[in-house]
Structures are given as structure tokens and as C-alpha cells.
């Protein structure tokens, strides 16, 4: 069974090639490069020392934002779930400002923040900030009250609950956020490099488009697009490890 998914995964990744392919002999979107007029401008890409650089350069921008905002995200978003004042004292302010889209940022970041840097890194935790709050407010409100009460009844304090009911009890949701917030995190990352950036993928796929070098494009949007996978993988596989009572308790 196990065998046969990883081929029907294997199969889904090799279709992409496959239909690009036919929709660049049949001409059916005009200006589309080749499969292998990237696969050649990837290969050119892979001895260049700034391809490498814009990868690491955006995968720690990634990274950095994506750790800071679950920092404060997850305790936040538990606050707000189990506390009703300190909801009503925040909440309204934080959902006024989860609608702006990322490119909405970018001028205000580059008015207030010294360095372009500081600008691309807070727009990329945005991204990733929200995904996890609303999971982590969901999932702090949707435990059982018969829990907390449980808990207590046996000698445990507010912090011992919070710790041991409540915040376990919440993770399923919180690790579904953070893996929307690894996505929202690439994206906004990507936006914001394209604007305010010198560097990175961002930075690189726009200036193949300026510089009219299109297979370059698209050799900067696989690249965007394994490193996201990468990155949601990696969090899933946390998230498994974190949450492995759980597999224990469905056996």
C-alpha cells in the first residue's frame, strides 16, 4: 500500500513535466519556455555563485521570520482562546490589520523600518504570524471545559493546566496553522523581495523578467516551489513528532 502511494505521488510530480511539454509543442500558450530550454538555464543557474546566495538568502529570511512568528503567535493565540478580557483587548485590533495584503506593507516598512532587510523579514512574518494565531485561537477554544475542570480537581494549577490540558489539547490545530503560515510565509517573502529587495528568489525571478531571460524565470519558480515544499515538510514532520500521542491513541 505504502508502495503504491509514494508511485502515485511519483506519478503526479512527473505529470507537470509531461503536460509542460505538450503545451509548449502545441503552442498553446505563446512564450512559454521549453522544459529543456530550463532544464539548460538551470544548469547555467547552478554554477553561479549569486543563484546560491538568493537561495540561502531567502531560505534564512523564511526560516527567521517563520520561528519569530510562531514565537509570539502561539502564546498569543492561547491568551486570546482561554481569556475573554484579554481577547476583547486585543483581538479587534489584530483582526483590523490581518486583511491588509502583503504589498500594502511594503511602502509603510520601507518608510519606518532602516533597512530593507528589517522591511522584507516583517512583511514574511506576516505572513506567517496570522495562519498560526487563528489556528492557535481556534484550537485553545475548542478544549473541552470537562478537562480544565478535570485537571484542577486533582491539585493542578492555572499554569499547570494551561500547560498540560490546554496547550496539548490545542497543537493539532496550532501545527495545521503553522504549516498555512510556512506557505503564506513564501509568498509574502517573494512579494516583498521583488519590491524592497537586492536579493533573493524574489529578486531574481523579477530581474529575469526585466532582463527579458524567461526559462530563468522559470527555473526561479521551481526552486520558490521546492524550497516551500521543503520548508511545509519539515514542519509537518515536527508537527508529527510534537503530536505522536496521537497516532497511540488511534491504534
Known amino acids: 500500500m505504502e508502495t503504491r502511494r509514494r508511485l502515485v505521488r511519483a506519478a503526479s510530480i512527473l505529470a507537470v513535466p509531461v503536460l509542460w511539454l505538450a503545451v509548449t509543442r502545441l503552442g498553446i500558450v505563446a512564450g512559454l519556455p521549453t522544459p529543456m530550454a530550463v532544464a539548460s538555464s538551470f544548469l547555467e543557474e547552478f554554477y553561479r555563485q549569486d543563484f546560491w546566495l538568493s537561495v540561502a538568502r531567502s531560505t534564512v529570511r523564511v526560516l527567521v521570520s517563520f520561528v519569530v512568528a510562531a514565537a509570539?503567535?502561539?502564546?498569543?493565540?492561547?491568551?486570546?482562546?482561554?481569556?475573554?478580557?484579554?481577547?476583547?483587548?486585543?483581538?479587534?485590533?489584530?483582526?483590523?490589520?490581518?486583511?491588509?495584503?502583503?504589498?500594502?506593507?511594503?511602502?509603510?516598512?520601507?518608510?519606518?523600518l532602516p533597512a530593507s532587510e528589517l522591511s522584507i523579514m516583517f512583511i514574511t512574518f506576516l505572513g506567517a504570524f496570522f495562519p498560526i494565531l487563528l489556528n492557535t485561537i481556534q484550537g485553545a477554544r475548542g478544549v473541552e471545559v470537562e478537562f480544565s475542570r478535570a485537571a484542577q480537581s486533582l491539585g493542578a494549577g492555572s499554569f499547570q493546566t494551561f500547560r498540560h490540558v490546554i496547550y496539548p489539547s490545542a497543537l493539532p490545530a496550532i501545527h495545521a496553522?503553522?504549516?498555512?503560515?510556512?506557505?503564506?510565509?513564501?509568498?509574502?517573502?517573494?512579494?516583498?523581495?521583488?519590491?524592497?529587495?537586492?536579493?533573493g528568489l524574489g529578486f531574481l525571478t523579477w530581474s529575469a523578467y526585466t532582463s527579458g531571460s524567461y526559462p530563468t524565470i522559470i527555473v526561479g519558480i521551481i526552486t520558490i516551489g521546492v524550497l516551500g515544499a521543503i520548508s511545509s515538510a519539515l514542519v509537518r514532520l515536527f508537527a508529527n513528532w510534537q503530536i505522536g500521542w496521537r497516532e497511540v491513541e488511534s491504534a
Open 72 to 112: 509570539v503567535a502561539i502564546p498569543l493565540g492561547l491568551l486570546v482562546g482561554r481569556y475573554t478580557v484579554f481577547a476583547d483587548l486585543t483581538f479587534p485590533a489584530l483582526e483590523m490589520l490581518r486583511p491588509i495584503p502583503p504589498i500594502a506593507w511594503i511602502p509603510f516598512t520601507i518608510l519606518v
Open 177 to 199: 496553522g503553522m504549516i498555512v503560515g510556512m506557505g503564506l510565509a513564501w509568498v509574502n517573502l517573494i512579494a516583498g523581495e521583488m519590491v524592497a529587495g537586492g536579493t
